[in-house]
C-alpha cells in the first residue's frame, strides 16, 4: 500500500512540474510594409525563445530601412540611428533574406550617415525577411525606426516598437 501512495505521489509531481515546465513559443510571422513615413503595422510584440520573421515590404515610392534599438542618436541635429542596437546588445545575428532582383543592395550593417543593424529596401516593391530567436536580452521595449534621408524619415513619424516579453 505504502509503494502505491508513493507511486500516485510522484506520479503526481510528474504531472504537476510538467505544467509548469515554460514551453517553447510558436513561431510568429508579421508582415511589415513601409511606406512614407509609416510602418504597418507599427507594433511587433514576441516572446523571450520565440522565432521571429519579419516579411519587409517597401511599399513607398522611397528608400525605407528598419533598426532596431533605444535611445536615438544625434548627428548634425538630425536622428541618426541608435546608441544601443538590440541585435549587438543581445548578441544576435538575425538572417536576412533578399529578394533575388536586389542582389547586393540593402545590405545589413552601415548605412551612409549611421551605423547599426539595418535592412534596406531602396525602391518600391523591393522585399527582405528579417529571421531570429528572441532572447533574455531583448526583453522589454525596444523601437524601431527608419532614418533614411539623414532622419527626415524617423522626424516624419517612420518609427514603431518591438516589444519583447518573458
Known amino acids: ?10 506520479m503526481a509531481a510528474s504531472i504537476l512540474l510538467a505544467a509548469c515546465a515554460k514551453q517553447t513559443p510558436e513561431p510568429v510571422t508579421y508582415t511589415i510594409e513601409m511606406s512614407e513615413y509609416a510602418f504597418s503595422p507599427n507594433t511587433i510584440e514576441a516572446t523571450v525563445g520565440q522565432q521571429v520573421t519579419l516579411e519587409l515590404e517597401n511599399k513607398g515610392t522611397l528608400e525605407h530601412e528598419m533598426m532596431f534599438g533605444r535611445d536615438v542618436m544625434m548627428m548634425n541635429n538630425r536622428p ?5 542596437d538590440m541585435f549587438q546588445m543581445a548578441n544576435v545575428e538575425p538572417q536576412v533574406m533578399m529578394q533575388e532582383s536586389m542582389s547586393g543592395m540593402g545590405e545589413s550593417g552601415q548605412g551612409a550617415d549611421h551605423t547599426g543593424f539595418m535592412v534596406i529596401l531602396p525602391k518600391t516593391g523591393d522585399k527582405a525577411t528579417l529571421t531570429f530567436t528572441v532572447t533574455e536580452d531583448m526583453q522589454g521595449e525596444w ?6 534621408q539623414e532622419g527626415v524619415h524617423y522626424d516624419a513619424g517612420m518609427n514603431g516598437k518591438f516589444v519583447v516579453k518573458p
Open 1 to 10: 500500500m505504502k509503494q502505491l501512495g508513493l507511486i500516485q505521489l510522484l
Open 80 to 84: 541618426a540611428g541608435y546608441q544601443s
Open 143 to 148: 523601437e524601431i525606426g527608419c532614418f533614411s
